[in-house]
């Protein structure tokens, strides 16, 4: 399903700061714990438009149970966030 863009910019607000920031829960991406970079929000599904969010990477189109949620910047780790 495409998102139109009326939608997409809907979407991004209620996920995004003020600058594009990707911020779920209002909070930033945990740094990498293998080398202390920043850590960016693995985003899934299939995109609509190229433009991802600030703090943002492509995890795929395909959405599994065990995907990461977090990516590293810097060293292309990848970790799930901790389990509640």
């Known amino acids: ?4 863009q009326p939608e997409l910019n809907r979407l ?3 996920m995004c700061d003020n600058r594009n920031q990707f911020r779920p829960g209002g909070s930033d991406a945990p740094d990498c714990p293998e080398c202390g970079a920043k ?4 985003l899934y599904g299939l995109p609509a438009d ?3 969010p600030q703090g943002c990477t492509w995890g ?3 959405i599994g149970e065990d995907d990461p949620d977090y990516a590293c910047s810097e060293c ?5 966030r901790a389990a509640r």
């Open 1 to 4: 399903m495409r998102l139109l």
């Open 12 to 14: 991004r607000a209620a």
């Open 76 to 80: 292309e780790n990848t970790w799930r």
């Open 50 to 52: 190229s433009n991802l």
């Open 39 to 42: 850590g960016l929000w693995m």
């Open 60 to 62: 795929g189109c395909v």
